[in-house]
């Protein structure tokens, strides 16, 4: 059973910048995309960014464009999300997922990953 961990959180002040990590603990070819998520309290977990498997194709939520920037080392099968120019709207629980299907236009969506690491927080302060 694959497992996902995230690391790189932490605290940071407003610009300022956060890489975070996700290792898979093994490679499998039926993993297709992976993505990052983030929810805070009280409301729904949103996608961030995602990029598809063995590909250098990407998507982001429209809150991030410009700032975060997704990318994979299929090496070492890890996942990174760079995140710069840091707001405090940004503060949440990041979560790191993968998923077997591919859902044209709606990859975003949490409800299309089956696996998931057990979130790091990010606080961002003005």
């Known amino acids: 059973q694959v497992q996902l961990m995230e690391s790189g959180g932490g605290s940071v002040q407003a610009g300022g910048s956060l890489r975070l990590s996700c290792a898979a603990s093994?490679?499998?070819?039926?993993?297709?995309?992976m993505g990052w998520f983030r929810q805070v309290p009280g409301k729904d977990r949103e996608g961030v960014a995602i990029?598809?498997?063995?590909?250098?194709?990407?998507e982001y939520d429209d809150s991030v464009k410009g700032r975060f920037t997704i990318s994979q080392h299929n090496a070492n099968n890890t996942v990174y999300l760079q995140m710069n120019r840091l707001e405090p709207k940004d503060t949440a629980k990041y979560y790191c997922?993968?998923?077997?299907?591919?859902?044209?236009?709606?990859?975003?969506?949490?409800?299309?990953?089956?696996?998931w690491g057990q979130g790091i927080q990010v606080t961002v302060s003005s």
């Open positions: 997922a993968a998923a077997r299907l591919i859902v044209p236009g709606s990859m975003l969506r949490p409800s299309h990953y089956h696996l």
């Open positions: 093994m490679f499998t070819y039926d993993i297709l995309s």
């Open positions: 990029i598809y498997a063995r590909s250098t194709k990407t």
